[in-house]
Nanobody, 120 residues
């Protein structure tokens, strides 16, 4: 089974930027064939899908991050990215990469998450 490992989280001040990465760990896996998404979960709240990218590069963003976040992928490196600019306190959450345009509610195909904290 493919494992996804996120990295790049941390603490940043409002207005700052971070870039998250998510690498698929199974060698030989055709990462480029899968739709992928980023999902975040704030403390005390349910998970929310914020961005998705298809195998052909088509993208979707939640209104709350559109214009500030950019999802991208490097299929040769089996890696998914999320560039986050102009971060706000409300962006504080655990961020997960997940396989699929609409990731499984059971969290099958999700990574372990990386924490992003936006605070002054």
């Amino acid at each position: 089974e493919v494992q996804y490992v996120e990295s790049g989280g941390g603490m940043v001040q409002p207005g700052g930027s971070l870039k998250l990465s998510c690498t698929a760990s199974l060698s030989g896996f055709t990462f480029g064939g899968d739709d992928m998404s980023w999902v975040r979960q704030a403390p005390g709240k349910g998970p929310v899908r914020i961005a998705s990218i298809g195998g052909t590069g088509n993208t979707w963003y939640a209104a709350v991050v559109k214009g500030r976040f950019t999802i991208s992928r490097d299929n040769a490196k089996s890696t998914l990215y999320l560039q986050m600019n102009d971060l706000k306190v409300d962006d504080t959450a655990q961020y997960y990469c997940a396989r699929g345009w609409l990731p499984s509610a059971t969290r099958s195909g999700w990574g372990q998450g990386t924490q992003v904290t936006v605070s002054s």
